[in-house]
């Protein structure tokens, strides 16, 4: 989604900036950690609870760049077989936990 906004740096001649919309936090964090620039921070208005934020960022030749690269980065550690290993083992261990509670439930 693309929203245009008033450059609240340049009121005089009112320029508007494109920018872009960024749902999740972590996604807006690795592209500040890339050195994107937030023009703005606003309600989810798909959020019935009213909790959620979205971050727009400003819509540059570097913002595509950066945000192909943590996209193509994100997707490469969710399929990376030593990632999707780790993962296996740590639902394999929640489920052995889960099986203990219920028999300390049982034993109470």
Avoid: W, Y
């Avoid at 008033?6 to 999740?24: H, P, Q, Y």
């Avoid at 609870?49 to 540059?60: A, I, L, N, P, W």
């Avoid at 030593?82 to 109470?108: F, G, P």
């Amino acid at each position: 989604m693309q929203i245009r906004t008033l450059n609240s740096n340049n009121k005089e001649n009112n320029s508007e900036v494109k920018g872009k919309v960024i749902r999740k936090a972590q996604i807006a964090r690795q592209l500040l950690q890339h050195g994107q620039k937030i023009i703005d921070i606003k309600g989810d208005r798909a959020d019935p609870d009213g909790k959620r934020s979205v971050f727009v960022f400003e819509d540059t030749d570097e913002f595509q760049e950066a945000f192909s690269a943590i996209l193509e980065e994100n997707r490469r550690n969710r399929t990376d077989p030593e990632t999707a290993d780790l993962k296996k083992r740590l639902e394999e261990m929640q489920k052995k936990l889960d099986a203990l509670e219920s028999v300390n439930k049982k034993e109470e």
